[in-house]
């Protein structure tokens, strides 16, 4: 068992699931919110370990290189941290018109006003 | 030693991490995000995703972090103390994490270059990409045209997102074809800060010029570009009030160009279209394939970028003109 070798990926499952532990565990939305970031960017840190290569470069072609780094993965998440800011986007702008009708971030003080209903 | 590096940025994201679990004040949680996306970018450079890097840097420790501090700014910025026992969430999250490291166990060591990930269709983009494309940097070559699909799908969904946050919250123009108060400047009293600010503006946006147009040549492209772009505006904003940057960019005229940037894209995907190839096949565009390869991922690009830029800066009005003073 080579414990360098798979170090990265262990510590991308232990910040996915601190992340995970965050949404779960608190009641505060926009906690709720960091902690999905969290989850999604251990996620982004899972897919860049596994298109390493060691001894390669970054995949821009050059006559002085010739082993590039995978850029698939890269591509990937490229994308998917922008399309992350936008959807984030979209639960702050939630979060804060469930504020400006509740009064309140807090998923228990919301509960407890709809059950009052 | 870059085993070492590597360490290090892993071990000081678990403190981040944790930490981030562990305090109540919003504010903090917010900021120790963004530094939690900055080490990221640090640990995604010396994994070689340059490209990578560059757009977290810019979206996940920049546009989020300023979004974040908006939305509190709209809300409470104090969690209040969680009523029920964690025990059970940190049961869950203990056996998923058990079972997810157990399920590593079969994935191939960490930098190994016979892993079957590298064996698939990456060898082939980066020896065919030159040749067919054209582009040096491979991930500009897949992003805007081997999977180009993809990436027009990435761009509507982030013109959707612009759009839900826009009818959620809306954005008000107070000050609507009347000249504003001089006396509105939003921080009058740092001098420091306000002047250095100012200088920085025509930095930020010649850079993500750069960025936008020689995505093809080195790191960078239309998605980074967007948002240093919309990161120069936010300065604006932050120098001289908000006000005073809906007078220089309106809200409708951003509308307008988010919807222009999809056209471009959705508009040469038509173009090859109408010249005889498939949907989002720049080869027909121009006279010979590199060349008309060369035309497409500048278009798309340009496309990209516009949408970006003016979907972030959308957002940041409808979050911070949503309480009047």
């Not at chain 2, 059970?88 to 930098?111: E, H, S």
């Not at chain 2, 505006?233 to 951003?254: E, N, Y």
């Amino acid at each position: 068992m080579n414990l360098a070798g798979h170090y990265n990926y262990w510590v991308a499952i232990f910040l996915m699931m601190t992340g995970f532990y965050v949404v779960i565990s608190r009641g505060n939305l926009i906690k709720k919110l960091i902690g999905l970031n969290l989850f999604s960017t251990s996620v982004f840190i899972l897919y860049i370990s596994l298109g390493k290569i060691h001894g390669a470069t970054a995949p821009i072609a050059d006559d002085r290189f010739q082993l590039y780094s995978n850029p698939v993965p890269h591509v990937l998440i490229l994308t998917a941290i922008v399309v992350g800011v936008a959807t984030t986007a979209v639960g702050l702008a939630l979060i804060t018109r469930i504020y400006e009708q509740y009064g309140s971030i807090e998923e228990d003080d919301i509960r407890i006003k709809d059950e009052s209903l | 030693m870059e085993l070492f590096i590597d360490i290090t940025l892993l071990t000081f994201l678990c403190i981040t991490a944790m930490a981030i679990t562990v305090i109540r004040k919003l504010f903090c949680a917010v900021m120790l995000a963004s530094i939690f996306s900055l080490l990221c970018a640090c640990l995604f450079v010396t994994m070689d995703a340059v490209d990578v890097a560059f757009t977290e840097a810019a979206v996940g420790s920049g546009i989020s972090t300023v979004l974040m501090l908006a939305a509190l700014n709209l809300t409470h910025s104090r969690e209040k103390r969680p009523p029920h026992q964690p025990l059970v969430a940190l049961l869950v999250v203990g056996v998923t994490g058990i079972v997810l490291m157990y399920g590593t166990m079969d994935l191939p060591v960490f930098g190994d270059a016979a892993a079957p990930i590298h064996h698939h269709v990456a060898p082939r983009y980066i020896e065919q990409s030159p040749l067919e494309v054209g582009p040096p940097n491979f991930v500009t070559s897949i992003l805007a045209s081997y999977r180009g699909y993809d990436t027009l799908a990435e761009t509507i969904v982030i013109f959707t997102a612009g759009l839900s946050v826009i009818a959620l919250l809306g954005i008000r123009d107070r000050y609507a074809g009347r000249p504003i108060p001089s006396d509105r400047s939003a921080m009058k009293d740092y001098v420091v800060l306000r002047i250095v600010a100012k200088m920085l503006m025509p930095f930020v946006f010649l850079f993500a010029l750069y960025v936008q147009f020689h995505g093809d040549y080195g790191a960078g492209g239309g998605f980074q570009a967007g948002v240093i772009f919309a990161s120069g505006v936010i300065i604006h904003s932050l120098t001289l009030g908000r006000d005073r940057t809906l007078k220089a960019f309106p809200h409708q005229f951003l509308r307008g160009l988010a919807t222009v940037g999809v056209l471009i894209y959705g508009g040469t995907g038509l173009a090859s279209i109408l010249r005889g190839g498939n949907f989002l096949d720049y080869s027909v565009l121009a006279a010979t394939q590199l060349k008309g390869q060369h035309l497409g991922i500048f278009l798309v690009e340009l496309g990209v970028g516009l949408t970006v830029f003016s979907i972030m800066i959308l957002m940041y009005y409808a979050f911070s003109y949503r309480r009047e003073p």
